[in-house]
């Protein structure tokens, strides 16, 4: 893999069923920090797709993945190297 492609991909992602949690790392003027995709995997005609649309249905795991990437984030950015993800 590139050094490119590494850094397009997500530093974490949480799986809860259909959703799908990203965190994605940041450079800003302050130093790293950490953004947050969410997306609705389903199987389409033609294959599988992602949507960021969710029904009532998706709404607890949407909680529940978000949830652990708050965690996650909150843990890293304890961490001594100031939420550097090597």
Same mark, same amino acid.
Do not use: C, Y
């Given at each position: 893999?590139?050094?490119?492609?590494?850094?397009?991909? !997500?530093?974490?992602?949480?799986?809860?069923g259909a959703?799908?949690?990203?965190? #994605?790392?940041?450079q800003?003027?302050?130093? !790293?920090?950490?953004?947050?995709?969410?997306?609705?995997?389903?199987?389409?005609?033609?294959?599988?797709?992602?949507? /960021?649309?969710?029904? %009532?249905?998706?709404? !607890?795991?949407?909680?529940?993945?978000? /949830?652990?990437?708050?965690? #996650?984030?909150?843990?890293?950015?304890?961490? !001594? /190297?100031g939420?550097? %993800?090597?």
């Amino acid at each position: 893999m590139t050094e490119t492609s590494q850094a397009n991909q !997500p530093v974490h992602k949480v799986k809860k069923g259909a959703v799908v949690a990203a965190v #994605w790392q940041n450079q800003g003027s302050e130093g !790293p920090f950490f953004s947050t995709t969410l997306a609705r995997v389903f199987k389409g005609k033609d294959g599988f797709r992602e949507t /960021s649309s969710f029904g %009532v249905r998706h709404l !607890p795991l949407v909680k529940e993945a978000l /949830s652990e990437v708050e965690s #996650w984030i909150k843990a890293k950015e304890k961490a !001594p /190297s100031g939420g550097e %993800v090597s």
